[in-house]
């Protein structure tokens, strides 16, 4: 079971806003940054959200991200089909010295 | 561009040995630019989600590995050739999965991974 949790899944129709979330502790969300990694069907994942909300270049601005104590968010605007994938977050964790992913969540696009 | 090249599918029985690589191209010029960013390996089983297993810096081939995969796994690094590797000394059927490595930066306590590698599938059977 992961530490960092997130819902197993997630959807929403064309056009649509969507929220991840991803709830962690004090000794990893809770004191380093968060990042958001997408995973299209067998493909290698992607980072798309670093530094809790930063985009790297290429990244739609459609892709949001927020982190407020111990936990944070993933939001998609104006959902695209392309959009369809499972989503991870990921975090440092100071106490087991290791990096924490999310559990994922499959996002569908209805 | 920053590339990371793995080594293709292997199939294995278990109890054999395995050496899988990542070689890193587009930011290698000079074997110190390879040195400064660590290198780590992500575990992927079949249809399940992601598991950090451990880091290596370049430079000084300083190693660290997750709880979960200390004394399963090595992960080593030959900086003359930009590559790291991931070896087993005798796969379990468990260790089936695909294996991915990532560039990390220049902080190992990071989970910032800026740049993938395809992946490359190991399957073990009995």
């Known amino acids: 079971q992961s530490v960092l949790t997130q819902p197993p899944s997630a959807s929403g129709t064309p056009g649509q806003r969507v929220s991840i979330s991803c709830s962690g502790s004090p000794s990893n969300i809770g004191s380093n940054v968060l990042n958001w990694y997408q995973q299209l069907p067998g493909a290698a994942p992607k980072l798309v959200i670093y530094?809790?909300?930063q985009r790297p270049s290429g990244v739609p601005d459609r892709f949001s991200g927020s982190k407020s104590g111990t936990s944070g968010s993933l939001a998609i605007s104006g959902l695209q089909s392309e959009d369809e994938a499972d989503y991870y977050c990921a975090a440092w964790d100071d106490s087991l010295d290791e990096v924490l992913f999310g559990g994922g969540t499959k996002l569908t696009v209805l | 561009d920053v590339q990371l090249v793995q080594s293709g599918a292997e199939v294995k029985k278990a109890g054999e040995s395995l050496k899988i690589s990542c070689k890193a191209s587009g930011y290698t010029l000079g074997t110190n630019t390879f040195a400064r960013y660590w290198i780590g390996w992500v575990r992927q089983m079949p249809g399940k989600g992601l598991e950090w297993m451990g880091v290596?810096?370049?430079?000084?081939?300083?190693?660290r590995y997750s709880p979960s995969f200390q004394g399963q796994v090595t992960i080593s690094v030959l900086k003359s050739i930009s590559t790291a590797y991931l070896q087993w000394s005798s796969l379990k059927v468990s260790d089936t999965a695909m294996y991915f490595c990532?560039?990390?930066?220049?902080?190992?306590?990071?989970?910032?991974?800026?740049?993938w590698g395809h992946g490359t599938l190991v399957t073990v059977s009995s």
């Open positions: 290596i810096y370049p430079g000084d081939s300083e190693t």
């Open positions: 990532v560039r990390v930066g220049l902080n190992r306590k990071s989970s910032y991974f800026d740049y």
């Open positions: 530094n809790n909300n």
